[in-house]
Nanobody
Framework: QVQLVESGGGLVQAGGSLRLSCAAS????????MAWYRQAPRKQREFVAG???????NSVDSVKGRFTISGDKAKRTVYLQMNSLKPEDTAVYYC???????????????WGQGTQVTVSS
């Protein structure tokens, strides 16, 4: 069974840093993309940053210059380094992966359980 397990959330003061990790486990043949989304209270879930298997990355304008996505293919893990955090970054952060489970001919989207990031002013 495929699982995405996130870690690294917490409470930090404005201007501080956190590093999120997301590890994919289970029987997986290929991973196409891994990405981070976030959902603040009373708001829709939004894309934060993503990374393809080729190493290409992109991110939403509001985090450019502050957040960096990186990955370790061997560990099937993606990281989100978050610097210069602001109170408006407060949200539940979710990991997403588009991957091909073993034995499947198609790619499927999987989500982690989410990790809370709270930035105090």
């Amino acid at each position: 069974q495929v699982q995405l397990v996130e870690s690294g959330g917490g409470l930090v003061q404005a201007g501080g840093s956190l590093r999120l990790s997301c590890a994919a486990s289970g029987s997986i043949d290929n991973i196409s993309t891994m990405a981070w989304y976030r959902q603040a209270p009373r708001k829709q879930r939004e894309f934060v940053a993503g990374m393809t298997s080729a190493g290409d990355t992109n991110s939403v304008d509001s985090v450019k210059g502050r957040f960096t996505i990186s990955g370790d293919k061997a560990k099937r893990t993606v990281y989100l380094q978050m610097n210069s955090l602001k109170p408006e970054d407060t949200a539940v952060y979710y990991c997403n992966a588009i991957l091909q489970p073993s034995g499947s001919y198609t790619y499927t989207s999987y989500w982690g359980q989410g990790t809370q990031v709270t930035v105090s002013s």
